[in-house]
Each structure stands twice: as C-alpha cells, then as structure tokens.
C-alpha cells in the first residue's frame, strides 16, 4: 500500500485469534450531551479511517517497533508533546507526506 491516512486516535481489542487495532480520526472536540436516561456524558465523533488485524504473537512486535520509533523520535526531535486543549485536532499543523500527495505547508 503506498498511500496512508491521517489518524488521532486508536481503538484496540481482540478475540481469542486476534488483535484490531482501529484507526480513527476526531475532528471535532468532545460535547457535552445527555443519554436517554439523563445521565451526563461526553460525546467525541470519530471516523474509523483504518483497521489493521495482527495474530496475538505480532503484538509485542508491534509495541516494540513503536516503542524504538519513539525512542528515535525524541533523540531527533526532543520530547513528545501531547496537544493542548486549544490545539486543532486536524488538520494537524504539519502532516508531511503521507502517500496521498505533496507534504501539506
């Protein structure tokens, strides 16, 4: 697959064969709303845009490549910050080159 899709957020579960890792993507802040019994809640939209499967044995193969990416990242680049609340959740400021095109300015 060459090209790639922006995602925010992750979603993780499993059955007894396999792990899924969902990809999404929450363009729009959290709300507050109410259920259907009154009980207050947060609602946050997501837009799944990618699911991957992997066998249970690939998991710990996956964190660990995170893990040494991120690593590698913060030796390059410093610390990781995580984006405050008055940050936009997308378009994120520079998504570089995904596949999908020219890097974004």
Known sequence: MAGGVYANA???WHTAHEFTLDFMVNSQPPQAAQTEDG???LRVPHQL???VRIPPGAAFEVIRA???NMTSY?????QIQ???ADEPLYPPRDMGNTG???PRE
């Open 74 to 78: 913060e030796r390059s680049y410093g």
């Open 39 to 41: 009980q207050a809640v």
């Open 82 to 84: 995580r984006p405050g």
């Open 10 to 12: 992750l979603a993780v």
């Open 66 to 68: 995170i893990n040494e």
């Open 49 to 51: 845009v990618a699911r």
């Open 100 to 102: 999908n095109g020219s």
